[in-house]
């Protein structure tokens, strides 16, 4: 039977309403007859993902969205080193050992996508950003700024040292970081009406403004800035970027 070998491959997150990969991977493997599924596994807890590994023993990848992009490095045995660099895991490589047990390996892609898809928008007036939010696709932003020779700013609700709260964004910190990326889920479906606090009327079209969700295509955060002339980008292509970027990981050396 075909289905006899069949691999599963997933996303663990919490909640997955929002999730694109699901009908993005399972129509690439009608596409190209990959015999394979891909299935959401959404958990309240990471203590469950061990409960995942035992349920479905021919599970051969994961992705990793919010809330467990830090939080999943611990149940790794091997880290990639630009994962170990950004302090988060997004990706799951899930080798099956002749004895029965697992080796997990964690990689980080939204470093690729993101630079991949923002690097077009980009001139030398973008000489520094701010980056919304301090999880764990925040700190891939922040490495992919850096690579691309853009000092990132960090942008949070709690003051702590070297980042700065919503309420310090003023007109002159506004001028002087002309990209920035919304790294939190506030604006995300079903959560529509919502958008970062940010001074939207200190925007101009030398901002450009990048929202990592692209569900719904236009948030809150992308409508008000384009009201300013800011140049907006949703997510979508990063995602398809790090979709590219994770297949090719599970499918190395097999």
Not at 49 to 75: D, H, R
Not at 85 to 103: Q, T
Not at 158 to 171: A, F, I, Q
Not at 183 to 212: A, K, N
Request: glycine share 8%; charged share 20%.
């Amino acid at each position: 039977m075909q289905n006899s070998n069949k691999k599963i491959y997933g996303l663990i997150g919490f909640p997955l309403g929002h999730s694109f990969s699901q009908n993005y991977f399972n129509q690439k493997f009608e596409a190209e007859n990959i015999n394979a599924e891909y299935v959401n596994f959404e958990i309240p807890d990471i203590g469950d993902l061990m409960e995942i590994f035992a349920e479905n023993p021919g599970l051969s990848g994961l992705n990793v969205t919010l809330p467990y992009k830090e939080q999943v490095m611990a149940y790794m045995d091997e880290i990639d080193s630009q994962a170990e660099r950004i302090g988060a895991v997004n990706v799951i490589k899930i080798m099956h050992k002749k004895n029965g047990d697992l080796m997990l390996k964690g990689f980080n892609s939204d470093i690729i996508g993101f630079t991949d898809s923002i690097l077009p928008l980009l001139n030398d007036r973008h000489p520094k950003a701010l980056v919304l939010g301090t999880g764990g696709a925040s700190r891939a932003i922040r490495v992919g700024l850096r690579n691309l020779g853009i000092e990132p700013v960090l942008v949070s609700r709690t003051k702590r040292e070297d980042v700065l709260t919503y309420e310090e964004l003023t007109p002159e910190v506004m001028k002087e970081h002309l990209v920035i990326v919304n790294t939190t889920p506030v604006g995300m479906y079903p959560h529509i009406d919502c958008c970062p606090d940010i001074p939207y009327e200190c925007l101009t079209p030398d901002h450009l403004c990048y929202d990592l969700i692209y569900n719904p295509d236009v948030t809150l955060f992308m409508k008000k800035s384009a009201e300013y002339g800011a140049i907006v980008k949703n997510g979508l292509e990063m995602l398809l970027l790090q979709a590219f970027a994770s297949w090719n990981i599970w499918t190395e050396n097999q």
